[in-house]
């Protein structure tokens, strides 16, 4: 008689890790209003989770850095929660762009103390492509959220014009508070409408398009 198999009650490891991740995160949490964003804060939200130096190694093999990526992970997907809520094709293009930047920040607010130290451990030298790459995640949710379907450079050009406004503007919601937050997001907001404006009467491609010619006469001859 053939032995049946062995089925473990046992979670995933996949599961277990995706779990373990956001239960160390919020123990991170906790902790780094007192610590800081740093290795210290690492091992001592782990240790308080019951996980060995292995354990720590194998789930953030970059330490805070991946603590910060998952915050950052999480604050997007409460703003995108938010954003759930709001049909964006009732709203104006800016304000779209506003009400987006105004739910990332808001979103952070319930962890400020913690936000606040993985803001300054994003700023260091160290750590700033990092942060780029984080706001430009968050950027990518809130264009997709505001309807952009560009698929040409203006899919790249929107995603880091919005990059742009979203690191002060983060900086400033959680160290100068809202309204100095909000206040700078509609200043932008602003001047890159006024520069959308502007662009719109140019054709760009027409320098491009006058080399082209003048190569292709090169080559072939002029046109009879």
Sequence with gaps: MTEAPHLSNDPP????????EQTVLDAAVERAPALGWNGRMVRAAC??????????????PNGARDLAALLSR?????????????DPK?????????????????????????????????????????????????ADLL???????????????????LSGILIPALTLRWFDGREAAEAFVA????NVMAFEKWKAG?????????????LSRVRYGAKS
């Design 47 to 60: 240790e308080a989770e019951g996980l060995s130096l292995g354990d720590e190694e194998l789930l953030f």
């Design 143 to 161: 264009w997709n959220w505001a309807g952009d379907t560009a698929t040409d450079w203006n899919h790249y050009s929107k995603r880091a014009i």
């Design 13 to 20: 490891k996949g599961d277990w890790a995706d779990r373990m």
């Design 187 to 190: 200043r932008r907001i602003d």
């Design 90 to 138: 009732s709203l104006k293009i800016r304000e779209r762009i506003a009400r987006a930047v105004s739910a990332r920040m808001e979103a952070g607010v319930a962890d400020l103390e913690a936000t606040r130290r993985c803001a300054a451990f994003l700023a260091l030298p160290t750590n700033v492509d990092l942060g780029l790459q984080l706001a430009w995640e968050t």
């Design 74 to 86: 999480r604050h997007d997907d409460r703003a995108m929660a938010s954003l759930a809520e709001i």
């Design 202 to 214: 140019k054709d760009f491609d027409a320098p491009l398009r006058k080399v082209a010619d003048t």
